[in-house]
């Protein structure tokens, strides 16, 4: 019974660990595209073009 608890408290805490990590990753990510401005793509120029056999 002691290794059973003993093994939950270490799935545990390996658990929060990756949770950690998880919103440490989202956050590094957000922070480093909230500092680059945001590029707009403009739509290209349609252009009707004939292809002569």
């Given at each position: 019974?002691?290794?059973?608890?003993?093994?939950?408290?270490?799935?545990?805490?390996a658990?929060?660990?990756?949770?950690?990590?998880?919103?440490?990753?989202?956050?590094?990510?957000r922070?480093?595209?909230?500092?680059?401005?945001?590029?707009?793509?403009?739509?290209?120029?349609?252009?009707?073009?004939?292809?002569?056999?």
């Amino acid at each position: 019974m002691r290794l059973l608890l003993i093994a939950f408290l270490v799935s545990l805490a390996a658990l929060l660990a990756a949770a950690a990590g998880a919103a440490r990753h989202v956050w590094l990510h957000r922070s480093k595209s909230a500092k680059r401005p945001s590029v707009v793509i403009e739509p290209a120029e349609e252009t009707d073009l004939e292809l002569k056999s």
